[in-house]
């Protein structure tokens, strides 16, 4: 499945109006940063002696995506566009893969 494929099947299940983009993007990043939280607070409990469960974990991670294809809905493209996006811009910063020299030293206007 492709990030574009798995987009168009996610957003079906999104209850704010497709004219609603604004609120659409509100809810996508507030509702990222809420299951991020979800999937750290699975390996928080690690430490009151809970076994980390990894199923649960892919499946918080699965709705960080769905945030995300909600984000990219409301800002007009595609999750295979900023997947490539990001890419471009890792590959310009690290071209040789990562370095602590890049990362301390980047380019004026690398975000």
Same mark, same amino acid.
């Given at each position: ?15 704010? !109006? ?13 509702? *990222? ?7 750290? /607070? ?6 009151? /002696?809970?076994?980390? %469960? ?20 409301? *800002? ?9 996006? %990001? ?7 690290? !071209? ?5 020299? %890049?990362? *301390?030293?980047?380019?004026? /206007?690398?975000?």
């Amino acid at each position: 499945m492709t990030g574009k494929e798995y987009q168009e099947l996610a957003i079906r299940t999104c209850s704010i !109006p497709y004219d609603q983009k604004e609120d659409r993007l509100f809810h996508a990043v507030f509702g *990222l940063n809420s299951e991020a939280g979800e999937v750290a /607070g699975i390996l928080q409990k690690k430490y009151q /002696g809970h076994e980390v %469960n990894l199923e649960h974990i892919e499946k918080e991670l699965g709705d960080c995506l769905w945030m995300i294809a909600e984000a990219c809905n409301a *800002l007009g493209t595609d999750i295979d566009t900023v997947m490539q996006m %990001n890419i471009d811009k890792l590959k310009a910063r690290y !071209p040789e893969g990562f370095t602590v020299e %890049n990362s *301390l030293h980047r380019k004026p /206007g690398d975000i």
